[in-house]
C-alpha cells in the first residue's frame, strides 16, 4: 500500500513539474516571439526613419537644384520663349509648335520628378505642395508642342514621366479641393510672365499666390 501511495505521489510530481516545464517552455516561445515582434517593429520604424529622412534630403536638393542660379536663367528663358510665342494678342492663346532648350530643360525637371514619384523614391504629396502649380502650368502650356514632338519623332513616350506628373498633381489637387485645376488663358498669360520674371529683382514675394484657391496650391 505505501508502495503504492510512494508511486501515485511520484507521479503527481512528475506531472507537475513536466505542467511546469510546459508552462516555462510556453513562456520562453511567447518572450522570444514578443522579442522577434519587437525586433521587427524597431526595423519597420527605423526603415520609415530612413526613408523618411531620404525624401527629406532627396526635396531639399531639388529645391537646390530648382532655385539654383542658373536654373532660374532657363526658367526665365522658357518663360520669356512661351510668352513671346503663346501670347502674340491680348485674349488669344497660340499653341506652341516646339519648346526651345529651355523650356525642354524645365520638361526634363519635370519627367525627373515623374520618374521618382513613380518608383516610389519621393512621396507625391511633398511634390504637389511645392511644385504643383508650375507642374500645371508648365503641362498646359507645353503640352501642344509635346505632341508635336510625340508625332514628328514617332516618339509617344516623349516626356511621359511629365504627363504622369501632372495628372498626378491634378488628381491631388482634386483631392483637396474637389475639384480639378482648369487654368484660363489669363491665367496661363500670367504665368509665363512671371516666370520670365522669376529670380530677378522684379519678381514678388509668393508670386504664384494669385493662382491659390483654397486648400490647393495653386
Not at 151 to 163: G, H, I, T
Amino acid at each position: 500500500m505505501l508502495l503504492t501511495s510512494l508511486t501515485a505521489v511520484g507521479a503527481i510530481w512528475a506531472a507537475f513539474a513536466a505542467t511546469r516545464q510546459s508552462r516555462a517552455a510556453t513562456r520562453q516561445a511567447q518572450a522570444a516571439e514578443e522579442s522577434v515582434a519587437q525586433q521587427e517593429r524597431y526595423a519597420k520604424e527605423q526603415a520609415e526613419r530612413q526613408r523618411l529622412a531620404s525624401n527629406v534630403d532627396l526635396i531639399l536638393k531639388l529645391l537646390m537644384y530648382f532655385e539654383s542660379d542658373n536654373f532660374l536663367e532657363t526658367r526665365r528663358r522658357a518663360g520669356k520663349y512661351i510668352k513671346d510665342r503663346c501670347f502674340l494678342s491680348e485674349g488669344n492663346f497660340i499653341p506652341m509648335e516646339y519648346p526651345n532648350n529651355a523650356a525642354a530643360e524645365v520638361l526634363n525637371f519635370m519627367e525627373l520628378l515623374g520618374y521618382l514619384i513613380k518608383n516610389r523614391a519621393i512621396e507625391a504629396q511633398a511634390i504637389w505642395e511645392r511644385f504643383g502649380v508650375i507642374v500645371v502650368m508648365y503641362w498646359a502650356l507645353c503640352k501642344p508642342a509635346i505632341e508635336n514632338v510625340r508625332k514628328l519623332q514617332e516618339a509617344p513616350w516623349s516626356w511621359e514621366d511629365s504627363e504622369f506628373l501632372n495628372n498626378k498633381m491634378i488628381e491631388l489637387t482634386k483631392e483637396r479641393s474637389g475639384s480639378a485645376p482648369n487654368p484660363s488663358t489669363e491665367d496661363l498669360r500670367a504665368f509665363a510672365h512671371l516666370e520670365s520674371l522669376v529670380g530677378t529683382d522684379n519678381e514678388q514675394p509668393d508670386q504664384y499666390a494669385i493662382f491659390r484657391r483654397p486648400q490647393e496650391p495653386f
